[in-house]
């Protein structure tokens, strides 16, 4: 059996291996809206989505910055894969968040069973006995199509008049929800995003998961799944999973940038491309912000853990702070590609170029509401000169 520092080598073998197969996909991939079902099975096969699953359900147990490491490598081939890859195994992570009742239900007979989402809280929710009746109509539920359950938000009445409700995530299986095949888009093709539909569904209380407990690093889950990657903020987890695969994206446009323009010569003035200073910063640009996006990434998650393992949670402003850092990831990576594109030629406006499509995937990825980041930054200025926080996804 391999030890930790050896599965983590092979995974990362795995994933490099994996760019230009799922590159030379790529276009299929966008034609079928949706993961070929080879890499669905190259990624079950290869144990990416075992990642940061618990080992009691067959998973690995490594540490969040293993996952995105593999992540950003496969956002090199194909964004839309890394992206439903980083959403969907984020989710055998946050199950683990859940009374252990949930994991035997989802996990009991097969442990690769996969869970979509949708966390925008427009589900409307009635208390009744032992849990509560579910309704709505729920976007974005990347990879939906794969997935036999579903992660859905909605906000639960407060039981006492004059307080907050309550927001929780609603595990739902396949036969109660109906999936709208929408996803007509410019760019994340595959990754297949469609709504949810919920027509009063009974959900059991223990197949709900309070987001103040994830808030506070002390879920039910906790119980069974003690590990310290487990007492880490929900909030931190998932924002990561839909930006991180624009910084592997834009490390893919850097290489097709060198390869396409290395011995290009300008049709209308016989210069080398080589020699053109505006393409010369553009990849300078899109070099650093590759490397400064990452060792943000891999920073933030090193004190994370260390504070789990030391019991000690995180200050206010340091979540704050990494929040913003998780929301600027996307706006950074969208510049940088756009100068790789507008100074590569007019071929790249083809969509079949390999720019082309880290293009257009980054800038739809931008459109995820966990990436729009001034409301970020003016809550983490505020908190800097000490008003309370208005964000607790966090």
Known sequence: MLNHDQL??????????????????????????????????????EGFFRIL?????????????????????LAEGCMSSAWVLGVIAIHNWQLALFDDRAARDVWGEDSSVLIS??????????????????????????????????????LVPALEP???????????????????????????????????????????EYR?????????????????NDAPLYRLPFGQIFVRAVSSSAIGALQGAVEQFIAHNRARVGVNDGRKMVQDPAAQLALANAMVCVDDCR???????????QRAQEGAPLEMQERVKMRYDSSLVVQKCSTAVADLMFNSGASTIFREHGINRAFRDIHTGRAHVANHPAKYAWNLGGVAMGQDSNDFFL
């Open 53 to 73: 699953q618990p080992a009691r359900w067959g998973g690995y147990e490594l540490e969040p910055n293993d996952f995105f490491r593999v992540q950003m490598t």
């Open 8 to 45: 983590r080598q092979r995974l990362y073998r795995q994933a490099e291996e994996l760019v230009p197969v799922l590159r030379e996909r790529a276009a299929e991939a966008e034609r079928l809206g949706r993961l070929p079902d080879q890499t669905l099975n190259d990624f079950q096969q």
């Open 208 to 224: 709900t998961h309070r987001a103040m407990d994830g808030f506070m690093q002390d879920s039910p889950g906790n119980a069974v």
């Open 117 to 154: 989402s949708s966390y925008m809280p427009v589900g409307k929710v009635e208390r009744t006995e032992g849990g509560f009746i579910l309704s709505g109509r729920w976007g974005f539920s990347s990879g939906c199509k794969h997935c036999d359950w579903v992660f859905l938000g909605a």
């Open 162 to 204: 004059g307080r907050a409700p309550d927001y929780r995530t609603f595990l739902v299986p396949r036969k109660d929800y109906q999936i709208l095949d929408n996803w007509n888009v410019m760019g994340l093709e595959a990754t297949g995003s469609h709504d949810i539909l919920v027509e009063r569904v009974f959900v059991p």
């Open 295 to 305: 060792a943000v990434l891999l920073r933030n998650f090193d004190l994370m853990l």
